[in-house]
T-cell receptor, first 112, second 113 residues
């Protein structure tokens, strides 16, 4: 069935380090892909999205490219800040069957 | 624009009491979702509505849980009677259709003693 798999956490990085959070997907149709971020004590917020292969979503310095050949949508940021500490969720939606799936979340802590 | 609004933000109650959580979706959104988040089980979809009609309630854990959407701008999730294992953060989300991006409210943190 359709699903997303993201890297296990927690991830701890020093400020200004490079971030990659891996996400791979399985889908029978042509999915749209999303990254959500959840700051402590808050709801999930849409961070970025991509709706077709080779699309790059970007927001707040984060980027992710929809790669159909590797069925991946890895989240990257060149220089993380303490304020990026949060839980990041990869998600996909497929029109076939009207399904929407979240990954299990990856906790990121950035230390000064 | 106002996002998804949930109330209360925090609820502490005793086992056996009735709990009602409220949600106002983003204006114009026709799909509404109730999620539960715990450390053990992560994010779980409980039920969702399309155009105020419940479509899939397979995630509702027990008959103690019920949800309604009397109109396009209001939904409730009720737990009666509540139990300690219901303690969690409950999120409401809305979207323009089931497969479009979902926008989450701030959540209600429920503690059942």
């Amino acid at each position: 069935g359709d699903s997303v798999t993201q890297m296990e956490g927690p991830v701890t990085l020093s400020e200004e380090a490079f971030l990659t959070i891996n996400c791979t997907y399985t889908a029978t149709g042509y999915p749209s892909l999303f990254w959500y971020v959840q700051y402590p004590g808050e709801g999930l917020q849409l961070l970025l999205k991509a709706t077709k292969a080779d699309d790059k979503g970007s927001n707040k310095g984060f980027e992710a490219t929809y790669r159909k050949e590797t069925t991946s949508f890895h989240l990257e940021k060149g220089s993380v800040q303490v304020s990026d500490s949060a839980v990041y969720f990869c998600a996909l939606s497929v029109n076939t069957g009207n399904q929407f799936y979240f990954g299990t979340g990856t906790s990121l802590t950035v230390i000064p | 624009d106002a996002g998804v609004i949930q109330s209360p933000r925090h609820e502490v109650t005793e086992m056996g009491q009735e709990v009602t959580l409220r949600c106002k979706p983003i204006s114009g959104h026709n799909s509404l979702f109730w999620y539960r988040q715990t450390m053990m089980r992560g994010l779980e979809l409980l039920i969702y509505f399309n155009n105020n009609v419940p479509i899939d309630d397979s995630g509702m854990p027990e008959d103690r849980f019920s949800a309604k959407m009397p109109n396009a701008s209001f939904s409730t999730l009720k737990i009666q009677p509540s139990e300690p294992r219901d303690s969690a953060v409950y999120f409401c989300a809305s979207s323009l259709g089931e497969v479009r991006p979902r926008f989450f409210g701030p959540g209600t943190r429920l503690t059942v003693l």
